[in-house]
């Protein structure tokens, strides 16, 4: 006869509840308890921005199943026959014993469970650094249930009319959009010299500057040094070069921390960056415990070292990988991440995938090429939205990294970037790639591709690219290039950057080249919208002699600072 395994689990959140769920799956005899701090299960947490933006406003639309089912205990007791402890705090893990000591938050009564195995997923806690004040009335985070009814509460009651935002991270964004779509005026403080780092500063620019376009403000390069406040609430926030930002609302946003000090304390080895060490299956350094989500540590698949990663989808799958586990032994693998992200900023979005260009700085990667495109997302016919990308090879060629932002399908993009760089394909297996088409879901030639091509020319030398910050430098060194701008006199004059440059209509050119300096060995600039007709241009110039024409990838829109128009 089987013995019953015990499998007791500590979180109930993402991958707590789903390894409990893919475990009861494979196991239909198995003992499980989900043990929860918080009151609530299964939470949706990558969706609290939206429920107090008002996206939505039925709070267990956090809670529920496809089929619109709160997870609640009694769910879990029902629908998966699992013990489901909420309100329930771990304080005691013996390995000797294999056995939990748990206390109910309000009662305060204590109980021990024994278990056969055990999964930690206790998750991440907010970072708030002792910064003076910080503790005032009208300070809150974004991580917790408890959080997002705070924020919402107060996005309903309407009094609070200012806000700052601290951290300029995918929360901070989020927290921005949220809460200024609520009617509420927000500061973004950032402390880098910009938002979401995931990104280039030339993306991340762009993304900026349409959250100003919406109404929110945002300052980069400085951080907070006191939060000042009367009566024991908030009035404002001084920052690092003495301005007081006056509001009655500040929300933390300066990342996480795994919440690993359980595992510590049971003497289970905890990483470099705090979370719990893990091996390919997840398992810690005690083979009967394992851990998941984002209180654990996780390889990079790019750099093959430990990273943090607290990301919603990255829990649930390691979550899944335990479950299987804990059935069937150590069968499935967890390979670890590929560092894939994307978030909604207004009318944007903003997608990563692999290594931006300074994460291959950071790592040392040398012979590497960047290439930037802005193209539509479908037919201009079918309401095309402009997309911004940043696609990065190594030396062999192979895709390492990929980055978008704009109007349009980012996720699809970042999608299709995400596998290509998971499968290691190189530029050559992705330039001819059959991707699904038709005019409502892309143009012919998919935006992904089309940067491939792009990367293609520069690299086989047809094309010589220059960044819009570079070109930006040049100009601020006292620097004269003759910059040729192709487009045609009406979007000139609804549209120009203002830097010196010279309307010269593609179609104009051949007619014209008297117009271009005399030197045929001068540098020549060539850009239109988005620097098709700036390739365009280069071709024709170099057909003509001029040897030393270069095209700003991206055109105008990728132009991450002020325009004249």
């Not at 985070?141 to 009814?149: E, F, N, Q």
């Not at 009035?235 to 930002?245: P, Q, S, Y």
């Not at 990367?455 to 910050?469: D, P």
Request: glycine residues 10%.
């Amino acid at each position: 006869m089987r013995t019953v395994q015990r499998i007791v689990v500590i979180g109930g959140s993402a991958a707590g509840a789903k390894a409990a769920a893919k475990a009861r799956r494979l196991d239909e005899s198995a003992e499980i308890t989900i043990i929860q701090k918080a009151p609530d299960l299964s939470m949706a947490s990558c969706g609290y921005p939206y429920y107090v933006g008002g996206v939505f406003n039925d709070r267990n639309a956090l809670l529920c199943t496809p089929a619109g089912v709160v997870r609640d205990p009694v769910f879990f007791q029902k629908a998966k026959k699992i013990k489901a402890l909420v309100e329930t705090e771990v304080i005691a893990i013996d390995r000797g014993e294999k056995t939990v000591v748990c206390r109910h938050c309000r009662s305060g009564e204590q109980q021990t469970i024994s278990y056969d195995k055990l999964v930690i997923a206790t998750g991440a806690r907010a970072n708030m650094p002792p910064i003076p004040g910080i503790k005032l009335e009208g300070i809150s985070t974004l991580v917790s249930m408890a959080d997002t009814d705070y924020l919402r509460a107060v996005r309903d009651k309407g009094a609070i009319k200012k806000a700052v935002v601290i951290g300029g991270g995918l929360i901070g964004v989020e927290a921005c959009e949220a809460l200024q779509e609520s009617g509420i005026q927000v500061t973004v403080v950032e402390a880098l010299d910009q938002v979401l780092t995931f990104l280039d500063w030339d993306l991340a620019k762009l993304v900026e500057n349409h959250m100003r376009v919406k109404g929110a403000q945002v300052i980069t390069g400085t951080g907070v040094a006191e939060f000042v406040g009367e009566g024991g609430n908030l009035t404002g926030v001084k920052l690092a070069d003495g301005t007081l930002i006056e509001c009655s609302l500040a929300v933390m946003a300066i990342g996480v921390r795994p919440n690993s000090e359980l595992a510590r304390e049971a003497g289970l080895a905890i990483g470099s960056f705090g979370g719990i060490t893990v091996n390919e299956y997840m398992q810690t350094s005690d083979p009967d415990i394992y851990a998941a989500g984002d209180c654990v540590e996780i390889l990079s698949r790019l750099s093959g070292k430990p990273v943090f990663a607290p990301m919603g989808d990255l829990a649930n799958l390691e979550g899944r990988v335990v479950g299987e586990n804990l059935v069937c032994g150590n069968v499935a693998t967890f390979p670890g991440t590929t560092h894939t992200g994307i978030c909604k900023v207004f009318e944007f979005a903003a997608g990563s995938t692999g290594l931006s260009e300074k994460a291959a700085q950071r790592l040392g990667l040398e012979g590497y090429t960047t290439v930037v495109n802005t193209s539509p997302d479908k037919p201009g016919f079918m309401g095309a939205k402009p997309l911004i990308s940043k696609l990065l090879v190594d030396k062999e060629q192979r895709i390492l990294g990929y980055q978008c932002v704009g109007m349009g399908d980012v996720s699809r993009q970042i999608a299709t970037a995400a596998m290509a760089i998971q499968g290691k394909l190189a530029l050559k297996d992705v330039i001819t790639a059959d991707l699904p088409y038709a005019p409502p879901f892309s143009p012919a030639i998919d935006h992904f591709i089309t940067a491939c091509h792009i990367m293609e020319n520069k690299l086989k030398g047809r094309m010589t690219g220059i960044s819009a910050v570079a070109v930006k430098a040049k100009l601020d060194a006292g620097e004269k290039p003759f910059l040729l701008d192709g487009r045609n006199p009406n979007e000139f004059e609804e549209m120009h950057l203002g830097i010196g440059e010279h309307l010269i209509p593609l179609g104009a050119l051949r007619s014209r080249l008297a117009d271009l300096p005399a030197d045929r060995n001068a540098e020549i600039i060539c850009f239109c919208k988005l620097s098709l007709r700036g390739y365009e241009a280069e071709c024709i110039l170099r057909a003509h002699g001029f040897t030393n024409v270069k095209v700003m990838e991206g055109g105008i829109l990728a132009w991450p600072y002020s325009r004249k128009k």
